[in-house]
């Protein structure tokens, strides 16, 4: 498939998503959510993909937020499905069955930080700028950010965020939690690409299963989400990768894991 505002670039296991809307600093519009949509759900039905990098066209910004100047002409109503498609959209990220690491190349505002958080890993340029800042244009974030902001970072730190709309340098980001890693802009997607890469050869269904675990347990009170942990793991015992995992320690040799 092709699309005019997404490009998608596969490296063995790893694959490279890119939003390509430079001129506009990668601000997304309607077709440019539909068409994320519509490649991460070829990334996960294509059994050669173990992880995801998603990041920005150009070097100035990974997502600069909506696109302002679609939201001007927006009913109350659009407005709802708008939020509605990105937050879908964001969603289907967070429950793809394998990892998806933000490599935040510069600019990652309102939507574009909003699209960062819903990604399993972020890795930061040093030139990158994150923040929300909806309330500036009255506002509010609609992409689930007041949701996933609260629970990545805390309640008080997310409303002071979301409040002042104040940006953040990528050091900030890191040291508040918002992003794991900050690393020379030159040097982000090889960072990226050697941690997806470390990943990718790993056990994938235990992988998934780790991810599922991780985010259905937050919903969860902490009891029920022991059993679902013991539950995948019990269903880890049905794959291959079990039985390649085990033998290959036992043999001081490297797994070569199927993903079955
Ligand atoms: C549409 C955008 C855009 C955006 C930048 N552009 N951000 N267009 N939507 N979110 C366009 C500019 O209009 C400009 O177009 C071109 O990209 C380059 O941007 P400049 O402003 O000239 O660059 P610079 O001076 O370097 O400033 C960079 C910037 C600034 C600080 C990132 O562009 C900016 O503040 N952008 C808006 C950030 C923002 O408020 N994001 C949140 C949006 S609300 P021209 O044609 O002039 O070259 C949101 C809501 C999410 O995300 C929830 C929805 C439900």
New binding site residues.
Partial sequence: MTWNNILLEKDGPVAVLTINRP???N???EETLTELGQAIEQLGNDSEVRVVILTGAGE??F?????????QKLTPLE?RG??RL??KTFSSIENLSKPVIAAING?A??????LAMACDIRVASENA?LG???V??G?????G?TQRLTRLVNPGLAKEILFT?D?YDAATAQRIGLVNHVVPAADLLSFCKKMAGRIAAKGPVAVQLTKEAINDGLEMDLEKAFVHEADLFGVVFSTTDRDEGIAAFLEKRKADFAGK
Avoid at 109 to 114: D, F, K, P, T, V
Avoid at 139 to 143: E, N
């Fill in positions: 001129k506009v600093l601000a997304l519009n100035k910004a997502v600069a937020g909506a696109d302002i100047a679609h939201m407005a708008f939020a990105g937050q600019f505002l309102g939507g574009g930080c909003e700028k929300q800042p909806e500036g244009l506002l509010i974030a609609g992409f950010g709309a940006i």
